[in-house]
């Protein structure tokens, strides 16, 4: 036998040279945004498989772990795990909101924060799903949670008649220090256990961020019924490394709610949008339905912004999530219920003012679509608007849409100028708007539907932020469907991790479908 017949043999026999052929392997490459995810290989590994960062374009021959794929037009999005955060059935049942949820990755993408509607707070191996530490809360919904930017302590705060902050050991969650809003804008009884909305009438944390000092920001905010009166307190806190306050704006609590905070840390900016639920005249020192700019390191107030009323539509006006503020951009923008989206100057000037889902008459009933969440990043504005609604002033507020409002259930892509850039319309219904902290990414949060029976839809889409002249539907990398409807509060790790926090759903015939948990999908 000539030497190239005994190489070709041992090629395919067992036990040439006394060695045996390895074993195939057995799976598939599946391909996610910037890598694969295979049974081996040099990576991180997770109950889905090893993630390996790998670079890909469609069409790419990929080779990982002794598996060859070709890759495809679009990424997949596959989940890693899922963590359960206990019964809301009773709540979702009797049609209550979505159960509210908040989650936040650790600074170095270990670890995810989960604060629950039931009071829960846990700390997850944000790769395995693994539970490291689980505290529950007594007669509390958990409102916020952040890390510091060293990862070694963990803020919480709480809806509930103390309204507590706490900073804790993230290992243990061993409070280090706590602090009670609710000695700054009052305490309530917790509400009957029929009341779906009564938490919401408790104090508690709205927005709670950590700055680049260390410092925490948080806004304080109460709205009761107060020996019959609708009362409203707020207070925007700073908050010291020790727990210490160290300023507050107002001074006293405002007869206001303060629901939204943006910051703009670079710029040493926030603002805050300026509502008001309380009975009587409002206070004349605040732009109640609009929005106060202040100086981040003294709490001063800057600019006071207030917008007039789409009449006849509306009669005041209202912002949820639509905020945020950019010194370098010199730039406010502001997304209102009615429909309307606004830019204006740090000086007050207004720049633009579109009005996507404005009330248009269909027929003889006017329809419009709500802004509820936008930003600004990269020199543009990026916002949502909702499905199609009748306007709360409208004689016929009552009465289901008779037909779809053109700019409904859509984002929005403007620049600063005012010229379009592009926007997405999808089947998904919109729910939340979540940037990546590089700027580079933007997570759509995909919500309950009432429309139609499709439960395919459920989940979260990544848009792509950068590169010029592409539309919507290019910008789309991937889709990562869950089993049900999610929260609008989701967030995205530095490596391209996606956690939302999914709520059972009432199905067609009133059955209560699906689960609350906490889900990561990469």
Same mark, same amino acid.
């Given at each position: ?36 995810? *295979? ?53 979702? *049942? ?324 005012? *010229? ?39 989940? *979260? ?62």
């Amino acid at each position: 036998m000539s030497s190239r017949v005994g190489l070709f043999g041992c090629m395919f026999l067992i036990g040439c040279a006394g060695q045996s052929a390895p074993p195939p392997v057995v799976g598939e490459l599946v391909f996610v945004r910037g890598g694969v995810i *295979a049974p081996s290989g040099e990576g991180v590994t997770t109950p889905a498989g090893v993630i390996v960062a790998h670079p890909w374009k469609p069409g790419d021959t990929v080779e990982v772990g002794g598996l060859s794929s070709v890759a495809p037009a679009r990424a997949a999005c596959t989940r890693l795990f899922s963590v359960d955060l206990g019964d809301v059935s009773r709540l979702v *049942a009797m049609g209550g909101a979505a159960p509210n949820s908040t989650l936040a990755f650790s600074p170095d993408g270990t670890k995810l924060a989960v604060g629950s509607y039931r009071g829960e707070l846990l700390v997850l191996d944000a790769f395995t799903g693994d539970v490291l530490a689980r505290k529950s809360l007594a007669e509390t919904m958990v409102k916020e949670v952040d890390w510091s930017a060293d990862g070694e302590t963990l803020y919480a705060a709480e809806q509930s008649p103390d309204a507590m902050v706490y900073a804790m050991d993230p290992a243990t969650l061993t409070p280090r220090w706590t602090l009670r809003l609710a000695d700054f804008v009052g305490s309530s009884a917790p509400p009957p256990a029929e009341d779906l909305y009564g938490v919401y009438t408790l104090p508690g944390a709205y927005t709670q961020v950590v700055l680049p000092d260390g410092d925490l920001l948080v806004s304080a905010l109460h709205s009761w019924d107060l020996d019959g009166v609708k009362t409203n307190r707020s207070q925007i806190l700073r908050i010291g490394t020790d727990g210490t306050v160290t300023d507050r704006w107002p001074e006293e609590p405002a007869d206001a709610t303060f629901q939204h905070v943006a910051v703009d840390r670079a710029g040493g900016l926030i603002a805050v949008t300026i509502n008001r639920s309380a009975d009587g005249a409002p206070p004349t020192d605040l732009p109640v339905g609009g929005v106060m700019v202040l100086d981040l390191d003294t709490l001063t107030p800057m600019l006071p912004i207030m917008t007039e009323p789409l009449e006849p539509w509306f009669s005041y006006t209202f912002i949820w999530n639509g905020l945020a503020v950019s010194r370098a951009d010199d730039a406010v923008f502001m997304g209102f219920g009615d429909g309307r989206a606004r830019l204006l100057s740090l000086t007050g000037e207004s720049r633009l003012e579109l009005t996507t889902g404005a009330p248009i008459l269909a027929g003889d009933v006017p329809i419009h679509a709500s802004v509820g969440w936008g930003g600004i990043s990269a020199g543009r504005l990026i916002y949502s608007t909702s499905t199609t609604l009748i306007p709360y002033g409208a004689a016929s507020a009552s009465l289901r849409p008779p037909t779809a409002h053109p700019g409904e259930n859509t984002l929005w892509a403007v620049g600063l100028d005012g *010229a379009a850039q592009w926007s997405w319309t999808g089947p998904q219904r919109i729910e939340g708007l979540s940037f990546a902290e590089d700027g580079r990414h933007l997570i759509v949060g995909a919500g309950d539907r009432k429309t139609d029976e499709r439960r395919d839809l459920y989940g *979260a889409l990544v848009f792509s932020l950068t590169g010029a002249d592409r539309s919507g539907e290019e910008r789309l990398e991937a889709f990562c469907q869950t089993e049900g409807p999610v929260f609008f509060r989701h967030t995205l790790s530095a490596d391209g991790r996606v956690a939302v926090a999914e709520h059972p759903y009432t199905d067609t015939d009133g059955t209560v479908k699906g689960h609350y948990q906490v889900t990561v999908l990469r």
